[in-house]
Structures are given as C-alpha cells and as structure tokens.
C-alpha cells in the first residue's frame, strides 16, 4: 500500500538541530524526497535520495535512508528561523507520481 | 525561467458559481500535476497529465471537477458548480522524469474560498 507517514509539529530553539522523521510502507520506492512549503507557498523541493543510498549530506542538510524500517529522516544542523516551515517526504516507485507524506510543521524559536 | 504560473491567486466565490483555475507549466517539463491542501486532509492529488494527455483522475472528488490540458503549456482545473467544501488552496506542478526520478515544481497555488 501507499502511505507515508510523518509526525505533525516540532519545535526546536535557534542554533540547535532539527530531525524530522518519516515512514513508508512501500519497500519498492526508488526515490525520496524532502519538500518545504513556506508560508502562503507551495512546496519547494529540498533535497532527494536515491533507495540505494543510506546517507546523502547537502550543506545543513542530512537524509538518513533505513530501507529495512522504512523510515527516512531529514536532520537540520544549526536550525535558523528562516527554516521554520512545513517539511514533507515524498516517494516515487514504477508510476509517474509522489506519494506525499502529511507534513511535519517546524517551528524555530530564539 | 519564471517556475510555475498559476492565476488566481486568490478567488472569492459564491456557493453554485463556477470556478476556473489556470496553470503555465515550466517549459519542456511534460508532466503536470494538480493537487489540493486543505487543514483536514492534507495534499491530495487530483489529477495527473503526461504529455497533455490525462493519466490518472482517480483523486478528483467527483463529476463537479474537471481538468483538461490542451497543449504543453496551460492547463485548467474547473469546478462547476463550487461549494463550501471545496474551499482549498490549489496547487499545479510539473515535472519530466531525470536522473533524480520525479522532481515537481509547484506553482504558488491558488487560494479558493467558496461562500
């Protein structure tokens, strides 16, 4: 079946790291993603992993891949204001579309 | 290039009128996506095109929506009549198959409130 899964809030101080997490039960994704939708915005695309891979960094940015638990991660270090937004995993397999997870809304306070 | 285009950005309706929403996809991406956020539900996908071509509508609530894409660069989504209900904000994105799999981009969306 298609369904990922993502806790709804976290709240982190300025400065500190922020995890988000995310489950899927569909073991044939062959890509995930990591979307940001800011304010009155639509979703940005933040980074992407391969299924292959288990880790893949982009600046402040670290995905955690675990293809045995189904559960991907998005770790962002030295957590600024201006990340606070609503993050969304996403994943693609054999069709043409994403199947998006329920948001994880971040909130940045000082 | 300028992303997604979407128009309205914002649309005030009554309840029965009918709504026409409208999408410029970026240019060379041949697959285009319409979905709806609302609080309760989330983001739905609605429908799907592939080269202008419908590919997957099961996510369209019923007969009252419809989309059509006549050629590669717009698209509309209508619904006729509108309801309360279907106040939403309503996103288009395309994308083409690459080395990263599906990438969307999504427009801005429109913000659609139905009284």
């Known amino acids: 079946g298609e369904d990922v899964e993502q806790s709804l809030f976290l709240s982190v101080r300025e400065g500190d790291s922020s995890v988000i997490n995310c489950t899927y039960t569909d073991s044939s994704s062959t890509y995930l993603y990591w979307y940001k939708q800011e304010p009155g915005a639509g979703l940005q695309l933040l980074t992407y992993i391969f299924s292959n891979m288990d880790m893949k960094q982009d600046q402040r940015l670290t995905v955690l891949l675990n293809k045995k638990d189904k559960h991907l991660s998005l770790r962002i270090a030295d957590t600024q204001t201006g990340d606070s937004a609503i993050y969304f995993c996403?994943?693609?397999?054999?069709?043409?579309?994403?199947?998006f997870g329920t948001g994880t809304r971040l909130q940045v306070f000082p | 290039d300028a992303g997604v285009i979407q128009s309205p950005r914002h649309e005030v309706t009554e309840m029965g009128q009918e709504v026409t929403l409208r999408c410029k996809p970026i240019s060379g991406h041949d697959y285009l996506f319409w979905y709806r956020q609302t609080m309760m539900r989330g983001l739905e996908l609605l429908i799907y095109?592939?080269?202008?071509?419908?590919?997957?509508d099961s996510g369209m609530p019923e007969d009252r929506f419809s989309a059509k894409m006549p050629n590669a660069s717009f698209s509309t989504l209508k619904i006729q009549p509108s309801e309360p209900r279907d106040s939403a904000v309503y996103f288009c994105?395309?994308?083409?198959?690459?080395?990263?799999?599906?990438?969307?981009?999504f427009g801005p969306g429109t913000r659609l409130l139905v009284l």
């Open positions: 095109f592939n080269n202008n071509v419908p590919i997957d």
């Open positions: 994105a395309s994308g083409r198959l690459s080395g990263a799999g599906e990438t969307q981009y």
């Open positions: 996403a994943e693609s397999f054999d069709t043409d579309k994403l199947i």
